[in-house]
């Protein structure tokens, strides 16, 4: 535990898989789990920089939710889409969905690169 919070105060950034390969350098053998369970123990977590990704912008529109009060008991009445990206070795792939709310079904797909 000693020579785990000796390296947090000289890397504070480093999580535990970065501590046990250090450790294991300095001929300290030790798996990752038991770095992590003590790290945990200590109360020692990595400093790093956390993405803001749901800050909203000043002057952004907040749209209602239009969905909320309504009982979905058809198919078609309400139709879902989402774009999301598959990184690739060079690249992304996009990926692109419909989906039926009631069925649950996916009604179209499509994979583009760009």
Do not use: C
């Amino acid at each position: 535990m000693r020579h785990i919070d000796e390296l947090h105060l000289r890397f504070p950034w480093m999580g535990s898989r970065s501590v046990r390969d250090q450790l294991n350098r300095a001929r300290v053998p030790i798996s990752r789990d038991r770095v992590r369970r003590l790290m945990r123990k200590l109360g020692i977590r990595a400093l790093y920089r956390k993405p803001r990704t749901t800050i909203p912008q000043q002057g952004h529109k907040v749209y209602p939710y239009l969905l909320r009060e309504l009982v979905i008991d058809r198919p078609n009445q309400v139709w879902a889409a989402d774009v999301t990206y598959i990184p690739m070795a060079r690249g992304f792939l996009y990926l692109v969905a419909v989906m039926d709310w009631y069925s649950r079904k996916v009604l179209a797909w499509r994979l583009r690169t760009r």
